[in-house]
């Protein structure tokens, strides 16, 4: 190549190049070649030496493995390591001990930790991983083992070593475990002992009381179990403790029942001290509350003994070897026998034969048999009844009735009396039978089993089946079929065939009206009978129903005209309400002027605009509180009122006219008045109509009179004036709707201001009252019942 370059630079520069020039350059590349040589020659010698102890190296570490890997497997331990945050870990050892098969498993710690350990290693590691932190703590696996888990970093790795712990150690942590888990066993069960209600306590080998429950220290009256247990405090008496010191000194269990004092009460203690291997434990329940109830079934047991004693029913007790053990004086009163003979306790077989040969009992032609049959009720699993017709006339009702623990015990009772009573019973049967057949409203008696048991012939003929029905008994089902075609209504018969059946919940009475197709109209009442039976009576009342018929159409076209004139007035009302309200605006708008000025006839006749629409307002307003009240939609808002002020504010909205018709207002409030329960705006509409009312027919310098006063339970609010007053023909009227009198004055009205006065003083529960005559004014008293005014705010 340095020849190609010598050339190539020879032909380039031909002038430059010569012989000498070339042999320079040959030698410099034999200097530089053989300078190159020595350089590699040097330089591979030194990399033969480094290789070798690269070598020597790698053996030495291969070594050092291999005595790491020797010293990891001489115990049971597995070793994590990660060499970065997100690098793949790597295992080394056998997690067998584990009881997760695989190294790679040592990191499922769910899988043999419990979860709380489990959790904690998870935190562990990750806080090893990310920060660095190292760690370590033992724990138990769950396949038994103690593990060490130690965590920390080196060179640069997370290295985590889980090693089972063994030898002395490992007995250490199990003993420990073990002394944990009776320690919390004693923690429970002192903490039961000493909440028990009972008292309990130990005592040492010398029989000293060393430890005692809340309990004990109460039932001794000790402020606590140690006070209990220093100074010694027994609760037994002394025979007690001496008997139970001898149980102690043979090592005997002590167990007895008897009284004590507990917490100053006498009581029954069943005590109960075992032997312990630290001395002797004992507890005592008490039995006060089991003796008392023992106590109380034996006297229980006597009162039954002294109920059956008064019993007329013969009640007789045999026990399982058939010897009679107890008699009530009915058995004796029935059979007539001798004391002494039942104070024998006699077998049942000889009671009967006695009763046999004094010819008590009834007459058989195989009395052994029947005797046999009588006797079989002691190993009878149920009770067994019968009826004995003695030679007497008497008929006795047996029942035979096997005993729990054995034995039987006989009830007899004498029914002759009873059977004349139902002879006489059938006898005002076929009375009563007679009577219903001659009514004239259909009867039906139906049976707990929904069965016709009972009906007379107006039954049959109101709807047209055989007169032979009840005969028959058919149920309830199979007669609502054959009645079905004169009265179709499916809901009715329904509801009869529930009050029959009792499918209701309760059983109750039951009316209803049915009208047939052939226009017959029937009034249907069920009743339910004490036997459970049901009574139903059908009782024709076409007649009435056509006479109320025509009334009552007679009494809607009254509603429907009442309500047509009260839906006009409505809607007339709201009709003429907007376009007035409009007017009213537009007229104080130009009264003020703000649109341009007004001369004085302009302004005058604005004027008059606003006062003409405003009364016609009221008007309006008026017929629509009434409208509203017919409705029924108007509500009160009840709340405490004061009278002195609703009054003040009803005159300030009338000084302008009290002042134009140069009346005076006098107002007078009686101090135990107080405040009345209204609504305070309606009172005060009310006190506006009435007062404007008196202003109408006073004249000029009379004056006006406003009082209030308690009477009694009610309010009296009384407006009067010293006007014309009322004639008699008129005062039946004032109240009226639409009903104006100017009776001379110069009131001018539509008539609804007295009429709204008295709806809104009856919607409080009160009246309105008039006193008025020709030429002594008149006077108008709204009374509101204040208890009344509470009674309807709570029903709204």
Not at 64 to 76: E, G, K, N
Not at 254 to 281: H, K
Not at 625 to 641: K, M, P, R, S, W
Request: charge should be negative; proline fraction near 4%; include cysteine.
């Amino acid at each position: 190549m340095a020849f190609a370059q010598s050339d190539l630079f020879a032909k380039m520069h031909p002038d430059l190049f010569s012989t000498g020039a070339l042999s320079l350059v040959l030698a410099g590349l034999t200097v530089f070649a053989a300078t190159t040589s020595l350089v590699y020659v040097r330089e591979r010698a030194r990399w033969h030496r480094r290789e070798a102890a690269l070598a020597r190296e790698l053996e030495a570490a291969r070594g050092q493995q291999d005595r790491l890997s020797a010293l990891l497997a001489a115990d049971a331990q597995v070793v994590v390591s990660w060499n970065g945050r997100n690098a793949e870990p790597v295992f080394e050892g056998d997690s067998g001990f584990l009881g997760a098969p695989g190294a790679t498993l040592a990191l499922a710690y769910g899988a043999w930790a419990p979860p709380a350990d489990a959790k904690k290693l998870e935190l562990a590691t990750d806080a090893l991983k990310e920060r660095g932190e190292a760690f370590g703590f033992t724990l138990r696996s769950k396949a038994g083992p103690f593990v060490d888990a130690e965590g920390r970093p080196v060179a640069g790795r997370a290295v985590i070593r889980l090693r089972e712990v063994s030898g002395e150690r490992a007995q250490v942590l199990a003993l420990r475990t073990e002394l944990e888990r009776v320690s919390t066993d004693h923690r429970a069960l002192a903490g039961l002992l000493t909440g028990l209600p009972q008292p309990a306590w130990t005592r040492n080998p010398e029989g000293r009381l060393t430890w005692c429950n809340a309990a004990y220290a109460r039932a001794v009256e000790a402020a606590d179990g140690i006070e209990a247990v220093r100074n010694g405090l027994e609760l037994l008496d002394r025979s007690e403790r001496e008997g139970a010191s001898r149980a102690r000194r043979e090592g005997q269990p002590f167990s007895a029942r008897a009284p004590a004092i507990v917490a100053g009460q006498r009581r029954t203690l069943d005590i109960l001290e075992l032997p312990t291997p630290m001395g002797f434990a004992g507890i005592a329940t008490d039995m006060s509350e089991l003796e008392a109830v023992r106590a109380d079934l034996q006297r229980q047991m006597d009162a039954h003994v002294r109920t059956l004693d008064r019993l007329k029913t013969a009640v007789a007790v045999f026990d399982a070897s058939q010897r009679l053990v107890y008699r009530n004086p009915g058995f004796e009163t029935l059979w007539s026998l001798d004391p002494a003979f039942l104070d024998g306790n006699p077998r049942d077989g000889e009671i009967l034969d006695r009763l046999r040969s004094e010819r008590r009992l009834p007459e058989f032609g195989d009395y052994r048999s029947w005797k046999a049959g009588v006797q079989a009720a002691y190993t009878s699993t149920r009770a067994n009844e019968d009826w004995w017709y003695l030679p007497d006339g008497r008929t006795i009702h047996v029942v035979a009735s096997p005993n729990p623990q054995g034995g039987v015990t006989y009830l007899l009772d004498d029914v002759t009396e009873r059977f004349t009573l139902e002879s006489r019973f059938n006898a005002l049967s076929r009375t009563q039978r007679e009577t219903l057949d001659s009514l004239r409203e259909g009867v039906a008696v139906f049976g707990s089993d929904g069965r016709l048991k009972l009906s007379n012939p107006a039954f049959a003929q109101y709807w047209k089946i055989q007169a032979d029905l009840a005969a028959a008994a058919p149920h309830i089902d199979e007669v609502v079929r054959l009645c079905r075609p004169l009265f179709p209504q499916d809901e009715i018969w329904s509801e009869l065939h529930s009050v029959i059946t009792g499918v209701r919940d309760a059983r109750e009475d039951y009316g209803c009206r049915m009208e047939r197709r052939d226009g017959t109209v029937l009034d249907c009442a069920a009743a339910p009978l004490p036997d459970g039976a049901t009574l139903i009576s059908f009782a024709d009342v076409t007649a009435s129903v056509n006479v109320e018929r025509a009334l009552t159409e007679k009494n809607d076209a009254l509603e429907t005209i009442s309500r047509l004139r009260e839906d006009f007035v409505h809607h007339v009302s709201y009709e003429l309400r907007s376009p007035l309200t409009n007017i009213i605006g537009f007229a104080q708008l130009l009264g003020t002027e703000a649109i341009g000025a007004l001369n004085d006839k302009q302004r005058d006749y604005a004027s008059h605009i606003v006062r003409s629409s405003g009364a016609l307002l009221a008007i309006i307003n008026d017929i629509l509180d009434l409208a509203t009240i017919d409705n029924g939609a108007l509500t009160l808002e009840i709340e405490e009122v004061d009278v002195a002020a609703t009054i003040a504010q009803a005159a300030a909205g009338l000084h302008d006219r009290l002042t134009d018709s140069k009346l005076d207002l006098k107002v007078e409030i009686a101090p135990q008045t107080g405040p009345l329960r209204a609504d305070g705006k309606r009172l005060r509409q009310v006190l506006f109509n009435l007062i404007s009312n008196a202003i109408g027919f006073s004249s000029p310098g009379q004056t006006i009179t406003v009082s209030a006063a308690r009477r009694g339970d009610d309010v009296s609010i009384t407006v009067a004036d010293q006007g014309r007053g009322i004639p008699a023909e008129v005062k039946e009227k004032v109240f009226d709707r639409f009903e104006s009198h100017s009776l001379g004055s110069t009131h001018r009205g539509v008539g609804l201001g007295l009429s709204i006065v008295r709806s809104i003083v009856e919607l409080h529960g009160g009246h309105v009252e008039l006193d008025s005559a020709p030429g002594r004014g008149t006077r108008v008293t709204a009374v509101f019942p204040s208890e009344g005014a509470r009674m309807s705010d709570a029903a709204e």
